[in-house]
């Protein structure tokens, strides 16, 4: 696991994301309403499309 962390653009993710990623938990908030711009978001709220709050696009979940 040491050697994967080494590989150029590698990151470790938080607890939130990790049960995300297992099916753990369904974080699929599609509201960016308040939040910053670049947080994590689900367009129109479908956990298969994640994004991020765009402030420039009026407060819009942008698929990736």
Known sequence: MK?????KG???LNK???KEVNGGAKL????CAG???GAR???QGH????GECST?????????
């Not at 956990?47 to 994640?50: F, H, V």
């Not at 420039?56 to 990736?64: D, E, F, L, R, T």
């Open 3 to 7: 050697k994967l962390m080494n590989l």
């Open 10 to 12: 590698a990151q470790t």
């Open 16 to 18: 939130a994301q990790q």
């Open 28 to 31: 699929c908030n599609g509201n």
């Open 35 to 37: 939040r910053p711009n």
């Open 41 to 43: 978001c689900y367009y």
């Open 47 to 50: 956990c298969g499309c994640p």
């Open 56 to 64: 420039s696009q009026g407060g819009w979940c942008i698929p990736y």
